[in-house]
C-alpha cells in the first residue's frame, strides 16, 4: 500500500508505557495532553504548610459543588496524597470546627450553628486543607457523592 510505518511493534509498545509510567515528560510534545492530578506523582513533595499558619486566611467552604467530583474538594478521594491528621495549633482547638458536621446541619435543619460534637476531636487534613473530627474522617474521604440521610448520619454519629 506504501503506507510508511513510524513505528516497529516493540518501539510502540515501549513509547506507550513510558507514557503512561511518566506522562509529564515522556508524552509526545505533538499530542500532549493536561494530565490529571490523579495521576501526578505527588509523594515526593514536601507536603503543603497548613493554610491557617497565615494570619487571617479561611478554609475552603463546603458546599454541594465543592464537595463534587469537580470541586474545590475532589482531591479528597486521591488516595496518592498523605491524607494525615495534623493537630491543630493551641490557639485554635476550642474554635475550630468540624467542617463535615456544620454542612450536615446546613443541609438538614438549615442552621448555620455548631451542632454538638463538632468540636470534639477536629484535625485538619494537610492533603485537603479540612477540619474534620475523628468520627468525619473516612466518610468524608471514601464518600464520592453525599446525601441527605448522609447527612443524616453524620449528625447522629
Given at each position: 500500500?506504501?503506507?510508511?510505518?513510524?513505528?516497529?511493534?516493540?518501539?510502540?509498545?515501549?513509547?506507550?508505557?513510558?507514557?503512561?509510567?511518566?506522562?509529564?515528560?515522556?508524552?509526545?510534545?505533538?499530542?500532549?495532553?493536561?494530565?490529571?492530578?490523579?495521576?501526578?506523582?505527588?509523594?515526593?513533595?514536601?507536603?503543603?504548610?497548613?493554610?491557617?499558619?497565615?494570619?487571617?486566611?479561611?478554609?475552603?467552604?463546603?458546599?454541594a459543588n465543592s464537595l463534587?467530583?469537580?470541586?474545590?474538594?475532589?482531591?479528597?478521594?486521591?488516595?496518592?496524597?498523605?491524607?494525615?491528621?495534623?493537630?491543630?495549633?493551641?490557639?485554635?482547638?476550642?474554635?475550630?470546627?468540624?467542617?463535615?458536621?456544620?454542612?450536615?446541619?446546613?443541609?438538614?435543619?438549615?442552621?448555620?450553628?455548631?451542632?454538638?460534637?463538632?468540636?470534639?476531636?477536629?484535625?485538619?487534613?494537610?492533603?485537603?486543607?479540612?477540619?474534620?473530627?475523628?468520627?468525619?474522617?473516612?466518610?468524608?474521604?471514601?464518600?464520592?457523592?453525599?446525601?441527605?440521610?448522609?447527612?443524616?448520619?453524620?449528625l447522629d454519629n
Amino acid at each position: 500500500m506504501g503506507l510508511k510505518v513510524p513505528y516497529t511493534h516493540y518501539q510502540f509498545q515501549e513509547k506507550i508505557s513510558w507514557a503512561l509510567l511518566d506522562p509529564i515528560n515522556c508524552w509526545p510534545t505533538k499530542n500532549k495532553v493536561n494530565v490529571s492530578p490523579l495521576y501526578v506523582n505527588t509523594q515526593s513533595q514536601a507536603p503543603a504548610p497548613l493554610s491557617m499558619s497565615t494570619k487571617g486566611s479561611k478554609r475552603k467552604r463546603f458546599t454541594a459543588n465543592s464537595l463534587s467530583l469537580g470541586g474545590a474538594f475532589e482531591n479528597r478521594l486521591d488516595c496518592t496524597l498523605g491524607h494525615f491528621p495534623t493537630p491543630l495549633p493551641e490557639g485554635k482547638k476550642k474554635t475550630t470546627v468540624c467542617q463535615l458536621h456544620r454542612m450536615a446541619n446546613r443541609v438538614v435543619n438549615g442552621s448555620n450553628d455548631n451542632p454538638p460534637g463538632a468540636r470534639t476531636d477536629v484535625y485538619i487534613c494537610r492533603g485537603c486543607d479540612a477540619a474534620l473530627c475523628v468520627s468525619c474522617w473516612s466518610t468524608f474521604h471514601q464518600k464520592t457523592c453525599f446525601k441527605k440521610r448522609d447527612y443524616v448520619d453524620i449528625l447522629d454519629n
